[in-house]
């Protein structure tokens, strides 16, 4: 296969493609946008899965989800436990550690 060719089939792929990687990117960057919301609501005594749902306008499933993936990550923990669901807290980090 030539230089050529290969270019040209690459073309087509990318175009063929097109409409899957504009919503893939759709995606990723509503997630980054809600992950933002999520982080700044859980400044001061933290909250509740429900709590958060309501703040940032998601549904609770995909704010535990977002939380599990957080907790996994170490960026958040759970704290006290508010009925049936804890209270999540970010983790603070040394200035020295994010340098």
């Known amino acids: 296969m030539s230089d050529e060719s290969k270019k040209e089939a690459m073309k087509q792929l990318r175009a063929e493609r097109k409409s899957s990687i504009q919503k893939a990117a759709a995606t990723v960057k509503q997630q980054k946008k809600e992950l933002k919301l999520l982080k700044e609501h859980l400044t001061g005594d ?8 309501e703040a ?31 209270k999540y807290q970010l983790v603070e980090t040394d200035s020295a550690e994010a340098a």
Not at 46 to 53: D, L
Not at 61 to 76: C, D, P
């Open 46 to 53: 933290g909250a509740t899965a429900p709590e958060i749902a």
């Open 56 to 86: 940032i306008g998601i549904n609770v499933s995909q704010v535990i989800w977002y939380l599990a993936t957080l907790k996994q990550y170490g960026e958040v923990v759970e704290g006290t436990k508010d009925g049936c669901y804890f």
